[in-house]
C-alpha cells in the first residue's frame, strides 16, 4: 500500500458557505465557517439541530460542494473536486460513521464482509485485506462474531463495526455523525473509546458531530455551530468564543438569556488584549 | 459482496427476485422461440406443400434417348453425378427417394396399325397386380385393357417383326396408379402420358429382354426421383432451389442429350411466398411480447434497485467509483439475465416443441437454431438496456439525496416514462394510420402491430385516470361505504408504482383480447372456407366401372339418401371459360352432405335443389335394334340432304338417309349399344361439290317436313318409340335455331311439322326435349352480373350450355369462385352421356358416413381414386404461414398476460406488505382483520378489475378495426365467405379465465398478507 503524505492540517475552511436551493427557497445553512483541524486532531461539532453540523461533516466527506469560501480536506481543495475524486478522498483519505447503525452496513454481509467491501475498491490485496479486516474486528471487540450477519448484530456491535468499516483504508480523516445517539451508555462509551483509539494508534484525525457533551468533553476540541457560524470552540476545559471574518462574535446562550438579551445595546471598550463589552444606557450617557 | 450476502439479498428480495427473472426468462425464451418457431414452421409448410403437390412438381424425370442396349448404362450414372455435383453439401443428405429406371423400346402392331410399348421398370412387378406372374425374360405381362383390345390372353406368344417371341405370363392392373412410382404416368391413368398414346398399353417384362433385342432399336432410358418431404428442411429450399435449377440446365448434361424436366424450383418458390405469410408476423409478435417483456423488467428493475437505493448510496459513501456502483447497483438483475439466457433458450425451446407437435405437420423437426441464440443474446442485451436505463436515476443519485427521498420523486419519474411510451404508441398508430395499414382492407402484416400500441397507449393514459377518479371519490368513501373503502381508494389514488402495475396489465389484457379474436376469427373462417372450398365433410374422387351409373351406385349405397351424393365435376380449359367448374348433382342428397353458406335472405340449399330439377319430358328412349323414321316432306333445299339421328351410345349418330325433295318417305338406321336416349334428329345438307352450291347459302339447308312416326324395331316388330303423345305435343321437342330465320315447329293431328332454316355450314337439328332448357343453375355470384337470369356456361363434354340462373351464392361447395350447380341427369343428358375426358367422378359424404359409404361403393366395384375432407384441408389452412404466426401471437399474449397480471398481483402484494405497520397500528386500534382484508381485495380488485376491462375494451376495438386487414390465408379466398365479428364464446371463456384466475390469486394474496399482520410489527421502524 503506497504511503500517502499527510498534510499539516487535516481540515482547512476559510469563510465556507453552503446554501441549499430546494423548491424555489435558499436555505443558508453556513454562514462563513473559518476552522482549521491539525492532523490527528479530534474534534467534536456541537449545536442545535439545524445549526448546520452535519452540512459541515457532509462537506468535509466530499457529499457537497461548497457554495463559498474555500475547502481543503487531507490536502485536497474539495471546491475542485468532481464526482470521482469525491469518491477517491472518501475512499483512500476519509472514513464515515453515519448515525443510524443499520444505515452504515450491508445487513446481509458479514461483519468481515462489510470491512472487506470498503476495502475493495482500494486494491489491498487479498492477504493485506483480511490482515487488516482481523486486526479491525478484533480491536473492535468483534472477532467472535466476524462471519455473522451485520443484520443480526446488536446495535452496539453494528455501530462497532461501522467504525471498523470506516476505518478500514487507514483514513487521514475519520468523519463520525451523532455515532452513539442511538446507543446505550455502555455501548457509546465503547464506541467513544475505539475512536478516541483509532485516533492514538494510527493518528486519525476524527470530526465527530455530536449532541452529547459528555461525548463532545471526551475530545480534545469542541466546535460550537450555531446558524450557521463557529460560535464557540472549548479546549482543556476551557470554552472560547471565536471572532467570524465579519467581526461578529456569538455569545453563549446563557449570558443571551441573562445578561445581555436580545437588543440589549453594548460597548466595547478595548483592552491591551482584547476588548470589553459593556450593557450601554444612551439616556444616561446624554444626561452626563 | 461474497456470493453467500448475495443469495441473502436475492432471497430476501424473493419476491421481486422471481419476477426479474421470470420476465427475463420469458423475454429471452420469446426471442429465441421467435426463430424456432419460424424455423419449425418453415420445413412443415415446405413439406406440406412438398406432400400435396403432384409428383411432377415436386421431382425429375431424367430422359435419354438412343438405342437401347447402351442407354442404361450411361444415364443414371452421369445424371446422379451431375446431380450431387450442383446438390454439393446437400448431396448426402438423401433429399430424394430411391431412383426408378425405365427402359422402354416399341414394337410394331401393325394389325393394329400402331406400335407397343415394351418397358422394363424398376421392381414394376411390385406395383402391379397381375393376373399370372411376373415376366422374365422374352415375357410379357399386359394390360387388362389390352387383353380386352387385342384379345391376347395369359400363354400366348405374341410375335413381332424381327423380335423373339414373347409370352404373355399375366394381366396387371396398376395398383394405384397415384404412387409416386409411376411418376404420373401409370398405364391407364387419367392424365394422359406419351405412352398411352398407343392403344395398346405398356407391356411390361425384364430388363434382359430389351437388352438382348436388335442393337440398332431405339428407345428411351428414364430416370424419376422424388423429392422425400420428411428429409428436406425449410433451410434446404434456397439451396437446393439453386442446385436443381443448375441440375436441369446442366451443359453436361444437355451434351449427352439428357434431358431433365422438373417443377421442383416452381415448387420451392411457392413454398417460400407462403413462407413471407410467416416471417414478419413472427417477428413482430415476438417483438411485441419482448417489448412488453422489456417494459415489466424496467418496471421490476427499477422497484428492485429502488429498493437497493439505501445500499447503493452505502457503495458511494465508501469511495466506489460510477462503474463499481453500478456493477454493484445492478448485480442482481445482471446475474439474473444472464441465468435467463440458457434456460429461456432452453424454456423457448421446449414451448416451440410443445406448440409444433400440437400445430405443424407431424414429424416436423424442432431444431435449436444458431439464430435463437443470437435473438436470445440479443434480448438479454435488451434486458441489461432496460436494467440500466432502470436504475441510471437511483445509480446517479447523490448520497446525501437518497438519504433525504421522499415519495414525491416517484410521481415525476412515472409521467417521464409514461410520457415517452404514450408518444411512442401514439406515433406509430399515426404511422400505420397514414401509412393506409389501419384503414386497408388489404391485408397487411404490420397491422399487427395496432393492438400493442393501442393497448399502450391507451393504457398510459387510462391508468393515469384511475388515481384521479379515486382522488374524486375521497369524499364518498369519506362519508360512508366502509373502512375497507375508503383505504383502498386512498392507496390507489397515492401509489404510482400500481398504476404502472395496471398499465402493463391493460396492454397485456388488450394484446389478448386481439389475439383471441383474430385466432377465433381466422380459425372459423379457415374451417368455413375448408368447408366450402371441399364442398363437404369428405369428398371422394372414384372410378366407376364400365355401364354403371354412379347415382345409381350411391343410392344402393346410401338408401337414406341423407349421406352421400353423386357428383360429376368438370373444370373447363377453353378459352372464355377456362376454371369454370360445373358440378352436376343429384339435388336432394346434394342438399343433404354439401355446405351451403346462405347469405342472409338466401334460400337454403334444401329450396334450391327442388329447383334444380324441374319436371321435363321424359325424352324418346330406344332399346330396339333399329329405328326408323317416316316423314312427309314438303319442300327441301337443296335436294339430297340426309337424316340422322343422334343418341347418347357410342355408336351415334345413327344414318336414316337421304330425304326426298318432296313426298313421303320412311328412313331406318341401326341402334348399337342401346337402350339410349334420342338426343336429336339432325338434317344435313348434302356434300358440298362443284356446281352443288345451295341457293341459300353454302352448306345451309332450308325447308319444311312432317315427321309422322318415330319406331323402334324390337322383337322384329316396329313399334312407337318413346310417348305416344312425343309428335303431338309441342313440348316433346324444340328447334335447333330459334332466332332469325326462325325454326318453328307445329303439333298436328298428322304428326310434328318442323320448318327450318339452318345456318351458313350448320346442320339443321331438332332437339328432343328431355330437361329442362335453359337448364336451372345455381351459379356463383362473381361470375354473373346482378340482375342477370341467363347465362351461358359449359355442359359436363366441355360444350357451351344455356343456363337458367335460378340463384346465385357467393360460393358454390367445391368451386367458390366459379362454380356452377346443375341436376345431374339433366347434365348428363345435355351432354349426351358423354363426358369429357376431364370429367371427374365424385361422390360427396355427410360428416360421419365415410366409412360405412366407402366400403359399400368398393364391394360395388368403384374404386376410390383419391379423397379429399374439410378437415385435413382446414389442418392445411391451420398449418399455413397466416394461422401458424395467429396461433404464436395467442401463446405470446398469454404469457404476456399470465405475466403482466402475476407481476402486477405481486407489486402490488409487495406494497401492501410494505404497509402492514399501518394495518398492525389499525388493527391495534380495533379495526378487525377482515376489514383490512377487504382493503387489500378492494385495492386488488379495483386495480384488476380496472386493468381487465379497459383491456378488454381496447383488445376489442383493435379486433374490430384491424381484423379484416389481418392476413389469414395465403390466398385470398371469397371475400363474402368471410366474417370478422369475432365470436363471442372465445372472448367470454377467456375473460372468465383470466378473472378467476386474477381472483384467486389476489385473494391468496389478501390473505397471505393479511395473515402476516401483527401487532409485533409496531414495534418495528415504519418503512
Same mark, same amino acid.
Given at each position: 500500500?503506497?504511503?500517502?503524505?499527510?498534510?499539516?492540517?487535516?481540515?482547512?475552511?476559510?469563510?465556507?458557505?453552503?446554501?441549499?436551493?430546494?423548491?424555489?427557497?435558499?436555505?443558508?445553512?453556513?454562514?462563513?465557517?473559518?476552522?482549521?483541524?491539525?492532523?490527528?486532531?479530534?474534534?467534536?461539532?456541537?449545536?442545535?439541530?439545524?445549526?448546520?453540523?452535519?452540512?459541515?461533516?457532509?462537506?468535509?466527506?466530499?457529499?457537497?460542494?461548497?457554495?463559498?469560501?474555500?475547502?481543503?480536506?487531507?490536502?485536497?481543495?474539495?471546491?475542485?473536486?468532481?464526482?470521482?475524486?469525491?469518491?477517491?478522498?472518501?475512499?483512500?483519505?476519509?472514513?464515515?460513521?453515519?448515525?443510524?447503525?443499520?444505515?452504515?452496513?450491508?445487513?446481509?454481509?458479514?461483519?468481515?464482509?462489510?470491512?472487506?467491501?470498503?476495502?475493495?475498491?482500494?486494491?489491498?490485496?487479498?492477504?493485506?485485506?483480511?490482515?487488516?479486516?482481523?486486526?479491525?474486528?478484533?480491536?473492535?471487540?468483534?472477532?467472535?462474531?466476524?462471519?455473522?450477519?451485520?443484520?443480526?448484530?446488536?446495535?452496539?456491535?453494528?455501530?462497532?463495526?461501522?467504525?471498523?468499516?470506516?476505518?478500514?483504508?487507514?483514513?487521514?480523516?475519520?468523519?463520525?455523525?451523532?455515532?452513539?445517539?442511538?446507543?446505550?451508555?455502555?455501548?457509546?462509551?465503547?464506541?467513544?473509546?475505539?475512536?478516541?483509539?483509532?485516533?492514538?494508534?494510527?493518528?486519525?484525525?476524527?470530526?465527530?458531530?455530536?449532541?452529547?457533551?459528555?461525548?463532545?468533553?471526551?475530545?480534545?476540541?469542541?466546535?460550537?455551530?450555531?446558524?450557521?457560524?463557529?460560535?464557540?470552540?472549548?479546549?482543556?476545559?476551557?470554552?472560547?468564543?471565536?471572532?467570524?471574518?465579519?467581526?461578529?462574535?456569538?455569545?453563549?446562550?446563557?449570558?443571551?438569556?441573562?445578561?445581555?438579551?436580545?437588543?440589549?445595546?453594548?460597548?466595547?471598550?478595548?483592552?491591551?488584549?482584547?476588548?470589553?463589552?459593556?450593557?450601554?444606557?444612551?439616556?444616561?450617557?446624554?444626561?452626563? | 459482496?461474497?456470493?453467500?450476502?448475495?443469495?441473502?439479498?436475492?432471497?430476501?428480495?424473493?419476491?421481486?427476485?422471481?419476477?426479474?427473472?421470470?420476465?427475463?426468462?420469458?423475454?429471452?425464451?420469446?426471442?429465441?422461440?421467435?426463430?424456432?418457431?419460424?424455423?419449425?414452421?418453415?420445413?412443415?409448410?415446405?413439406?406440406?406443400?412438398?406432400?400435396?403437390?403432384?409428383?411432377?412438381?415436386?421431382?425429375?424425370?431424367?430422359?435419354?434417348?438412343?438405342?437401347?442396349?447402351?442407354?442404361?448404362?450411361?444415364?443414371?450414372?452421369?445424371?446422379?453425378?451431375?446431380?450431387?455435383?450442383?446438390?454439393?453439401?446437400?448431396?448426402?443428405?438423401?433429399?430424394?427417394?430411391?431412383?426408378?429406371?425405365?427402359?422402354?423400346?416399341?414394337?410394331?402392331?401393325?394389325?393394329?396399325?400402331?406400335?407397343?410399348?415394351?418397358?422394363?421398370?424398376?421392381?414394376?412387378?411390385?406395383?402391379?397386380?397381375?393376373?399370372?406372374?411376373?415376366?422374365?425374360?422374352?415375357?410379357?405381362?399386359?394390360?387388362?385393357?389390352?387383353?380386352?383390345?387385342?384379345?391376347?390372353?395369359?400363354?400366348?406368344?405374341?410375335?413381332?417383326?424381327?423380335?423373339?417371341? $414373347?409370352?404373355?405370363?399375366?394381366?396387371?392392373?396398376?395398383?394405384?396408379?397415384?404412387?409416386?412410382?409411376?411418376?404420373?404416368?401409370?398405364?391407364?391413368?387419367?392424365?394422359?402420358?406419351?405412352?398411352?398414346?398407343?392403344?395398346?398399353?405398356?407391356?411390361?417384362?425384364?430388363?434382359?429382354?430389351?437388352?438382348?433385342?436388335?442393337?440398332?432399336?431405339?428407345?428411351?432410358?428414364?430416370?424419376?426421383?422424388?423429392?422425400?418431404?420428411?428429409?428436406?428442411?425449410?433451410?434446404?429450399?434456397?439451396?437446393?432451389?439453386?442446385?436443381?435449377?443448375?441440375?436441369?440446365?446442366?451443359?453436361?448434361?444437355?451434351?449427352?442429350?439428357?434431358?431433365?424436366?422438373?417443377?421442383?424450383?416452381?415448387?420451392?418458390?411457392?413454398?417460400?411466398?407462403?413462407?413471407?405469410?410467416?416471417?414478419?408476423?413472427?417477428?413482430?409478435?415476438?417483438?411485441?411480447?419482448?417489448?412488453?417483456?422489456?417494459?415489466?423488467?424496467?418496471?421490476?428493475?427499477?422497484?428492485?434497485?429502488?429498493?437497493?437505493?439505501?445500499?447503493?448510496? $452505502?457503495?458511494?459513501?465508501?469511495?466506489?467509483?460510477?462503474?463499481?456502483?453500478?456493477?454493484?447497483?445492478?448485480?442482481?438483475?445482471?446475474?439474473?439475465?444472464?441465468?435467463?439466457?440458457?434456460?429461456?433458450?432452453?424454456?423457448?425451446?421446449?414451448?416451440?416443441?410443445?406448440?409444433?407437435?400440437?400445430?405443424?405437420?407431424?414429424?416436423?423437426?424442432?431444431?435449436?437454431?444458431?439464430?435463437?441464440?443470437?435473438?436470445?443474446?440479443?434480448?438479454?442485451?435488451?434486458?441489461?438496456?432496460?436494467?440500466?436505463?432502470?436504475?441510471?436515476?437511483?445509480?446517479?443519485?447523490?448520497?446525501?439525496?437518497?438519504?433525504?427521498?421522499?415519495?414525491?420523486?416517484?410521481?415525476?419519474?412515472?409521467?417521464?416514462?409514461?410520457?415517452?411510451?404514450?408518444?411512442?404508441?401514439?406515433?406509430?398508430?399515426?404511422? $400505420?394510420?397514414?401509412?393506409?395499414?389501419?384503414?386497408?382492407?388489404?391485408?397487411?402484416?404490420?397491422?399487427?402491430?395496432?393492438?400493442?400500441?393501442?393497448?399502450?397507449?391507451?393504457?398510459?393514459?387510462?391508468?393515469?385516470?384511475?388515481?384521479?377518479?379515486?382522488?374524486?371519490?375521497?369524499?364518498?368513501?369519506?362519508?360512508?361505504?366502509?373502512?375497507?373503502?375508503?383505504?383502498?381508494?386512498?392507496?390507489?389514488?397515492?401509489?404510482?408504482?400500481?398504476?404502472?402495475?395496471?398499465?402493463?396489465?391493460?396492454?397485456?389484457?388488450?394484446?389478448?383480447?386481439?389475439?383471441?379474436?383474430?385466432?377465433?376469427?381466422?380459425?372459423?373462417?379457415?374451417?368455413?372456407?375448408?368447408?366450402?372450398?371441399?364442398?363437404?365433410?369428405?369428398?371422394?374422387?372414384?372410378?366407376?366401372?364400365?355401364?354403371?351409373?354412379?347415382?345409381?351406385?350411391?343410392?344402393?349405397?346410401?338408401?337414406?339418401?341423407?349421406?352421400?351424393?353423386?357428383?360429376?365435376?368438370?373444370?373447363?380449359?377453353?378459352?372464355?371459360?377456362?376454371?369454370?367448374?360445373?358440378?352436376?348433382?343429384?339435388?336432394?342428397?346434394?342438399?343433404?352432405?354439401?355446405?351451403?353458406?346462405?347469405?342472409?335472405?338466401?334460400?337454403?340449399?334444401?329450396?334450391?335443389?327442388?329447383?334444380?330439377?324441374?319436371?321435363?319430358?321424359?325424352?324418346?328412349?330406344?332399346?330396339?335394334?333399329?329405328?326408323?323414321?317416316?316423314?312427309?316432306?314438303?319442300?327441301?333445299?337443296?335436294?339430297?340432304?340426309?337424316?340422322?339421328?343422334?343418341?347418347?351410345?357410342?355408336?351415334?349418330?345413327?344414318?336414316?338417309?337421304?330425304?326426298?325433295?318432296?313426298?313421303?318417305?320412311?328412313?331406318?338406321?341401326?341402334?348399337?349399344?342401346?337402350?339410349?336416349?334420342?338426343?336429336?334428329?339432325?338434317?344435313?345438307?348434302?356434300?358440298?361439290?362443284?356446281?352443288?352450291?345451295?341457293?341459300?347459302?353454302?352448306?345451309?339447308?332450308?325447308?319444311?317436313?312432317?315427321?309422322?312416326?318415330?319406331?323402334?324395331?324390337?322383337?322384329?316388330?316396329?313399334?312407337?318409340?318413346?310417348?305416344?303423345?312425343?309428335?303431338?305435343?309441342?313440348?316433346?321437342?324444340?328447334?335447333?335455331?330459334?332466332?332469325?330465320?326462325?325454326?318453328?315447329?307445329?303439333?298436328?293431328?298428322?304428326?310434328?311439322?318442323?320448318?327450318?332454316?339452318?345456318?351458313?355450314?350448320?346442320?339443321?337439328?331438332?332437339?328432343?326435349?328431355?330437361?329442362?332448357?335453359?337448364?336451372?343453375?345455381?351459379?356463383?355470384?362473381?361470375?354473373?352480373?346482378?340482375?342477370?337470369?341467363?347465362?351461358?356456361?359449359?355442359?359436363?363434354?366441355?360444350?357451351?350450355?344455356?343456363?337458367?340462373?335460378?340463384?346465385?351464392?357467393?360460393?358454390?361447395?367445391?368451386?367458390?369462385?366459379?362454380?356452377?350447380?346443375?341436376?345431374?341427369?339433366?347434365?348428363?343428358?345435355?351432354?349426351?352421356?358423354?363426358?369429357?375426358?376431364?370429367?371427374?367422378?365424385?361422390?360427396?359424404?355427410?360428416?360421419?358416413?365415410?366409412?360405412?359409404?366407402?366400403?359399400?361403393?368398393?364391394?360395388?366395384?368403384?374404386?376410390?381414386?383419391?379423397?379429399?375432407?374439410?378437415?385435413?384441408?382446414?389442418?392445411?389452412?391451420?398449418?399455413?404461414?397466416?394461422?401458424?404466426?395467429?396461433? $404464436?401471437?395467442?401463446?405470446?399474449?398469454?404469457?404476456?398476460?399470465?405475466?403482466?397480471?402475476?407481476?402486477?398481483?405481486?407489486?402490488?402484494?409487495?406494497?401492501?406488505?410494505?404497509?402492514?405497520?399501518?394495518?398492525?397500528?389499525?388493527?391495534?386500534?380495533?379495526?378487525?382483520?377482515?376489514?383490512?382484508?377487504?382493503?387489500?381485495?378492494?385495492?386488488?380488485?379495483?386495480?384488476?378489475?380496472?386493468?381487465?376491462?379497459?383491456?378488454?375494451?381496447?383488445?376489442?376495438?383493435?379486433?374490430?378495426?384491424?381484423?379484416?386487414?389481418?392476413?389469414?390465408?395465403?390466398?385470398?379466398?371469397?371475400?363474402?365467405?368471410?366474417?370478422?365479428?369475432?365470436?363471442?364464446?372465445?372472448?367470454?371463456?377467456?375473460?372468465?379465465?383470466?378473472?378467476?384466475?386474477?381472483?384467486?390469486?389476489?385473494?391468496?394474496?389478501?390473505?397471505?398478507?393479511?395473515?402476516?399482520?401483527?401487532?409485533?410489527?409496531?414495534?418495528?421502524?415504519?418503512?
Amino acid at each position: 500500500m503506497a504511503v500517502r503524505e499527510r498534510a499539516e492540517d487535516t481540515v482547512r475552511c476559510e469563510g465556507l458557505v453552503q446554501v441549499y436551493g430546494t423548491l424555489g427557497q435558499e436555505v443558508t445553512a453556513l454562514r462563513g465557517i473559518d476552522l482549521t483541524v491539525p492532523a490527528g486532531d479530534t474534534v467534536a461539532l456541537l449545536g442545535p439541530s439545524g445549526a448546520g453540523k452535519s452540512t459541515l461533516l457532509w462537506l468535509l466527506a466530499g457529499l457537497l460542494k461548497p457554495t463559498a469560501g474555500r475547502l481543503e480536506v487531507c490536502g485536497r481543495r474539495v471546491n475542485d473536486l468532481n464526482r470521482r475524486s469525491a469518491a477517491d478522498l472518501r475512499l483512500h483519505d476519509v472514513g464515515v460513521v453515519l448515525q443510524n447503525p443499520g444505515r452504515n452496513l450491508l445487513a446481509n454481509e458479514t461483519a468481515a464482509g462489510n470491512v472487506m467491501f470498503a476495502q475493495r475498491p482500494a486494491h489491498p490485496g487479498r492477504a493485506a485485506s483480511r490482515r487488516r479486516t482481523d486486526e479491525l474486528l478484533e480491536a473492535m471487540g468483534l472477532g467472535r462474531v466476524a462471519h455473522r450477519q451485520a443484520g443480526r448484530l446488536s446495535g452496539g456491535e453494528q455501530q462497532r463495526l461501522a467504525v471498523a468499516v470506516a476505518l478500514a483504508n487507514r483514513p487521514q480523516l475519520l468523519l463520525a455523525d451523532e455515532p452513539t445517539s442511538q446507543l446505550d451508555r455502555t455501548s457509546a462509551s465503547t464506541v467513544i473509546d475505539l475512536i478516541r483509539s483509532a485516533n492514538e494508534s494510527e493518528g486519525t484525525t476524527v470530526v465527530m458531530v455530536t449532541h452529547d457533551p459528555v461525548v463532545g468533553n471526551s475530545l480534545r476540541r469542541t466546535i460550537t455551530i450555531r446558524d450557521g457560524r463557529v460560535g464557540a470552540e472549548g479546549q482543556a476545559g476551557q470554552e472560547y468564543l471565536v471572532v467570524s471574518r465579519d467581526g461578529s462574535v456569538q455569545l453563549p446562550s446563557e449570558v443571551l438569556e441573562t445578561t445581555l438579551p436580545p437588543g440589549t445595546l453594548i460597548r466595547a471598550v478595548p483592552t491591551a488584549d482584547g476588548v470589553q463589552l459593556h450593557r450601554a444606557r444612551p439616556e444616561e450617557d446624554e444626561r452626563a | 459482496m461474497t456470493g453467500r450476502s448475495w443469495l441473502r439479498g436475492l432471497i430476501q428480495r424473493a419476491g421481486t427476485t422471481g419476477i426479474i427473472f421470470i420476465v427475463a426468462l420469458v423475454a429471452v425464451a420469446a426471442a429465441a422461440a421467435g426463430p424456432i418457431y419460424y424455423s419449425a414452421a418453415r420445413t412443415s409448410i415446405l413439406r406440406d406443400t412438398i406432400a400435396t403437390q403432384p409428383v411432377t412438381a415436386r421431382g425429375y424425370e431424367a430422359d435419354e434417348t438412343g438405342a437401347l442396349t447402351g442407354l442404361l448404362g450411361e444415364l443414371p450414372a452421369t445424371q446422379k453425378q451431375r446431380l450431387d455435383t450442383a446438390l454439393g453439401g446437400l448431396a448426402g443428405r438423401g433429399l430424394f427417394g430411391p431412383p426408378v429406371q425405365e427402359l422402354q423400346g416399341s414394337l410394331a402392331l401393325p394389325v393394329y396399325n400402331t406400335s407397343a410399348p415394351l418397358v422394363w421398370r424398376t421392381s414394376v412387378c411390385a406395383h402391379l397386380r397381375i393376373a399370372g406372374k411376373c415376366p422374365g425374360t422374352n415375357q410379357v405381362v399386359i394390360s387388362r385393357s389390352t387383353a380386352q383390345l387385342t384379345g391376347w390372353h395369359t400363354g400366348q406368344q405374341l410375335h413381332f417383326d424381327g423380335e423373339p417371341a $414373347l409370352t404373355v405370363t399375366g394381366i396387371y392392373q396398376v395398383t394405384n396408379a397415384n404412387q409416386d412410382y409411376w411418376f404420373g404416368n401409370a398405364p391407364g391413368a387419367t392424365q394422359q402420358s406419351a405412352r398411352d398414346a398407343s392403344p395398346i398399353q405398356a407391356m411390361f417384362t425384364a430388363l434382359a429382354t430389351i437388352q438382348s433385342g436388335p442393337a440398332s432399336a431405339q428407345g428411351t432410358a428414364t430416370v424419376d426421383e422424388v423429392l422425400r418431404s420428411d428429409r428436406v428442411t425449410g433451410g434446404d429450399v434456397g439451396q437446393l432451389g439453386t442446385a436443381i435449377n443448375a441440375f436441369s440446365q446442366d451443359p453436361v448434361l444437355a451434351n449427352a442429350q439428357i434431358l431433365v424436366s422438373t417443377a421442383i424450383p416452381a415448387t420451392l418458390t411457392s413454398v417460400q411466398s407462403g413462407w413471407t405469410a410467416l416471417a414478419i408476423p413472427i417477428l413482430l409478435i415476438t417483438l411485441q411480447l419482448l417489448a412488453l417483456c422489456l417494459l415489466l423488467l424496467f418496471l421490476a428493475v427499477t422497484d428492485a434497485v429502488e429498493g437497493r437505493g439505501a445500499e447503493i448510496a $452505502l457503495a458511494k459513501l465508501r469511495g466506489r467509483g460510477a462503474a463499481s456502483t453500478a456493477l454493484f447497483g445492478l448485480s442482481e438483475p445482471i446475474i439474473l439475465l444472464i441465468l435467463a439466457l440458457p434456460a429461456g433458450v432452453l424454456a423457448g425451446w421446449g414451448v416451440t416443441a410443445l406448440l409444433s407437435r400440437l400445430l405443424l405437420r407431424p414429424g416436423t423437426p424442432v431444431e435449436l437454431a444458431g439464430l435463437a441464440w443470437w435473438a436470445a443474446a440479443a434480448a438479454t442485451l435488451g434486458g441489461l438496456a432496460a436494467a440500466g436505463l432502470a436504475a441510471r436515476r437511483t445509480l446517479r443519485r447523490p448520497v446525501l439525496e437518497e438519504w433525504r427521498r421522499s415519495g414525491l420523486r416517484m410521481n415525476s419519474r412515472g409521467w417521464a416514462v409514461d410520457a415517452v411510451l404514450a408518444t411512442a404508441a401514439v406515433a406509430g398508430l399515426l404511422e $400505420l394510420y397514414f401509412s393506409g395499414q389501419v384503414s386497408s382492407a388489404r391485408p397487411g402484416t404490420l397491422i399487427l402491430l395496432v393492438p400493442g400500441l393501442l393497448g399502450l397507449a391507451v393504457a398510459v393514459i387510462a391508468s393515469r385516470l384511475l388515481p384521479a377518479g379515486c382522488r374524486a371519490a375521497y369524499a364518498r368513501t369519506g362519508k360512508g361505504g366502509g373502512l375497507g373503502t375508503f383505504l383502498a381508494i386512498r392507496h390507489v389514488a397515492r401509489r404510482p408504482s400500481g398504476v404502472r402495475a395496471v398499465m402493463v396489465l391493460v396492454t397485456a389484457i388488450a394484446l389478448t383480447t386481439f389475439a383471441v379474436s383474430a385466432w377465433s376469427v381466422g380459425d372459423r373462417n379457415q374451417q368455413r372456407v375448408a368447408a366450402t372450398t371441399v364442398g363437404a365433410p369428405t369428398v371422394l374422387t372414384v372410378s366407376v366401372p364400365a355401364g354403371k351409373n354412379l347415382s345409381t351406385l350411391v343410392g344402393n349405397a346410401d338408401p337414406s339418401g341423407r349421406q352421400a351424393a353423386a357428383v360429376d365435376s368438370y373444370t373447363s380449359t377453353s378459352s372464355g371459360s377456362a376454371g369454370l367448374t360445373v358440378l352436376a348433382v343429384d339435388p336432394q342428397r346434394f342438399a343433404q352432405v354439401a355446405t351451403w353458406n346462405a347469405q342472409p335472405g338466401q334460400p337454403s340449399l334444401q329450396d334450391l335443389a327442388d329447383r334444380l330439377d324441374p319436371p321435363a319430358p321424359a325424352g324418346i328412349t330406344l332399346s330396339g335394334s333399329a329405328m326408323r323414321v317416316t316423314v312427309q316432306v314438303k319442300k327441301i333445299n337443296p335436294a339430297g340432304a340426309t337424316l340422322a339421328a343422334d343418341v347418347t351410345t357410342g355408336s351415334s349418330p345413327v344414318s336414316l338417309g337421304t330425304l326426298p325433295a318432296r313426298g313421303s318417305a320412311t328412313l331406318t338406321g341401326p341402334l348399337t349399344g342401346c337402350p339410349c336416349v334420342l338426343q336429336d334428329l339432325d338434317l344435313s345438307p348434302p356434300s358440298s361439290g362443284p356446281g352443288s352450291l345451295s341457293y341459300v347459302g353454302p352448306g345451309q339447308v332450308s325447308g319444311a317436313l312432317t315427321i309422322t312416326a318415330i319406331q323402334e324395331l324390337q322383337g322384329g316388330h316396329w313399334v312407337t318409340a318413346g310417348p305416344a303423345a312425343a309428335l303431338t305435343d309441342a313440348s316433346y321437342w324444340r328447334p335447333g335455331q330459334e332466332d332469325s330465320p326462325p325454326d318453328t315447329i307445329q303439333p298436328g293431328n298428322a304428326g310434328l311439322t318442323w320448318t327450318f332454316s339452318s345456318r351458313a355450314a350448320q346442320d339443321a337439328v331438332l332437339t328432343s326435349v328431355n330437361r329442362p332448357y335453359p337448364l336451372p343453375a345455381v351459379i356463383s355470384s362473381g361470375l354473373v352480373s346482378p340482375g342477370q337470369t341467363q347465362a351461358t356456361g359449359v355442359g359436363l363434354d366441355g360444350k357451351s350450355l344455356g343456363l337458367q340462373i335460378i340463384d346465385r351464392a357467393v360460393a358454390i361447395p367445391g368451386a367458390p369462385d366459379n362454380g356452377v350447380i346443375v341436376d345431374r341427369h339433366y347434365a348428363e343428358l345435355a351432354a349426351g352421356l358423354t363426358a369429357a375426358s376431364t370429367t371427374v367422378e365424385q361422390v360427396w359424404l355427410a360428416g360421419d358416413a365415410q366409412s360405412a359409404i366407402e366400403a359399400r361403393l368398393q364391394a360395388a366395384g368403384v374404386s376410390v381414386v383419391s379423397s379429399e375432407t374439410t378437415a385435413q384441408t382446414a389442418s392445411t389452412y391451420a398449418r399455413q404461414g397466416p394461422a401458424l404466426s395467429s396461433v $404464436l401471437f395467442l401463446a405470446d399474449a398469454a404469457a404476456a398476460t399470465l405475466l403482466a397480471a402475476g407481476a402486477a398481483i405481486l407489486d402490488l402484494y409487495l406494497s401492501a406488505r410494505r404497509r402492514r405497520y399501518e394495518y398492525a397500528a389499525l388493527s391495534a386500534t380495533g379495526v378487525p382483520f377482515r376489514t383490512l382484508r377487504r382493503a387489500v381485495r378492494t385495492e386488488l380488485a379495483l386495480l384488476l378489475g380496472f386493468g381487465i376491462v379497459v383491456g378488454a375494451v381496447i383488445g376489442a376495438i383493435a379486433a374490430l378495426v384491424t381484423l379484416r386487414s389481418v392476413p389469414e390465408f395465403v390466398t385470398a379466398p371469397p371475400a363474402g365467405l368471410l366474417s370478422y365479428v369475432p365470436p363471442a364464446l372465445p372472448l367470454a371463456l377467456t375473460l372468465v379465465v383470466t378473472i378467476v384466475v386474477l381472483t384467486a390469486a389476489a385473494g391468496l394474496a389478501s390473505s397471505t398478507l393479511i395473515r402476516g399482520v401483527s401487532l409485533d410489527q409496531l414495534r418495528e421502524t415504519p418503512t
